[in-house]
Each structure stands twice: as C-alpha cells, then as structure tokens.
C-alpha cells in the first residue's frame, strides 16, 4: 500500500566489524554500537546465509541491488515525467512478498 512507498532512500554497508562497531568508534554518536539499529528505519542483512562474516564491497552493492530492486521499483515514488507515460508504456514488475532479514526466521 501507500504506506510502503517512500521518496528517498539510503542503502549503508558496514565495515568488516559491522555498523555496530563503526557507531561504537564515533564519539560524536549519542548512541552505543548496540543501538545502532534505531538510526534506520529498517535493518536488513542482506545475505543472511553467507557463510563467512566477510563479503566484498562490490559483491555487497551487487547483492543488495539484486535483491532490493524489485521492491523499489514497485515503491519508490515515481518523478513527474515518469507520473507523465501512460500506464501501457510503462513496464509492469511483479514481486513476491520475501523476507529479506533472517530476524524473522523461527527455528
């Protein structure tokens, strides 16, 4: 729905450490590496069954570009000259719902 759809967006990598440990090293962060979650809206590990704690920069863009495109081309909002082609003009992505994160895994 409309709730799903957004504007802008930001994708963040972390280091080898992760994220966590970056915000931990900031001292000018007002929040532990442990918090760090609440400075996104949402968190997503991008290849949950990697195998290895480390994955390239590049591998990493081209994985989470692969797995996120689908959603924001169903819920970016689209600019005013895209708003401007006729809906039979345009092309139609369909995608499952898939989660992403392995948070949500019960064991």
Not at 10 to 20: L, Y
Not at 57 to 81: D, Q
């Amino acid at each position: 729905g409309d709730e799903d759809r957004f504007s802008h967006l930001i994708i963040v990598f972390g280091g080898v450490a992760g994220i966590e440990e970056s915000v931990d090293a900031d001292e000018s962060m007002p929040l532990s590496g442990e918090d760090s979650k609440k400075m996104f809206d949402v968190w997503v590990n991008i290849a949950p069954y990697q195998g290895s704690r480390t994955i390239r920069t590049e591998e990493a863009v081209f994985i989470t570009l692969s797995r996120l495109s689908p959603y924001i081309a169903k819920n970016g909002l689209a600019s005013e000259a895209e708003k401007a082609i006729p809906m039979k003009q345009k092309a139609v992505v369909k995608t499952d719902d898939v989660e992403f994160s392995d948070e949500a895994i019960s064991e």
